[in-house]
């Protein structure tokens, strides 16, 4: 298992953040169309900065551009896009967390089944698709992006039962419907990876945005730092675990 950070592209400062922070590989959010020359223009601006461009997140299967834009990541070497959209987290936020953090409330959202056709033709171009999980069916995919926060028993089994890959995990916590630093809430994060491992899962783990500390910036450069740490520490437990 490998730390993947999000950032978004034309932000300088949080492919330096994760520099600092030890996490050598990214995804990138473009906030523009997916052209090849963007695509390409992304490749090196994260190959400049020593990092590993693991993919592009935020990618809508549904839009116009949609086909276009997987074509172009085939084109450029861009192996893997992930459906996740950060705007569903980026809802209204009120300082009830531990510690009077700002933290959102948790909308348990099953998220849209995976569309063939896109399907299809990614995989024709060499790309994988990481369709966000929990979905509505329990039809099989060729890859998720599977939100930990939203993750229930009922869909564990499923997943175990499907078999689909999961190329992201994307961890959160939670305290009823409130979101929750990744150490203080329901969720058992070790356990939960634990159980992720069991199932065959060795690939990346990204985190949702942070609750609000004090005096953090608008991308929490204070809250993915505590985030890094905490993962980094389940991880080099996994490990040692696994190796006796």
């Known amino acids: 298992m490998q730390i993947v950070m999000s950032v978004d592209f034309g932000h300088d400062d949080q492919l330096i953040f994760a520099q600092q922070l030890g996490v050598n590989n990214v995804l990138v959010r473009i906030n523009q169309s997916w052209n090849h020359e963007i695509i390409e223009q992304v490749k090196n601006r994260v190959k400049q900065c ?49 510690g009077n953090a700002l933290v959102s409330t948790i909308n348990d959202e099953i998220y849209e089944d995976p569309i063939e056709s896109v399907s ?28 930990i926060t939203e993750w229930s028993k009922t869909q564990e089994r499923q997943l175990a039962q499907t078999k689909a890959p999961v190329y992201i995990a994307r961890v959160g916590n939670r305290i009823g419907k409130n979101q929750a630093f990744l150490d203080d809430g329901e969720i058992s994060l070790p356990q939960t990876l634990r159980k992720l491992q069991s199932l065959g899962f060795s690939g990346y783990i990204a985190t949702t945005p942070p609750p609000g500390l004090i005096d953090d910036t608008d991308w929490r450069h204070k809250g993915r730092s505590h985030d890094v740490g905490y993962l980094k520490a389940i991880i080099q437990t996994l490990e040692s675990c696994q190796g006796h």
């Open 120 to 147: 299809h033709l990614a995989k024709k171009n060499n790309v994988k698709i990481a369709w966000t999980y929990p979905y509505v069916s329990n039809k099989p995919s060729t890859g998720i992006d599977l939100q």
């Open 50 to 98: 020593g990092l590993v461009l693991v993919g592009l997140e935020g990618f809508d299967p549904k839009h116009e551009c949609a086909d276009n834009s997987v074509i172009a990541a085939g084109e450029t070497g861009v192996t893997l896009l992930s459906t996740f959209m950060k705007e569903n987290n980026q809802n209204i936020q009120r300082p009830i967390g531990r």
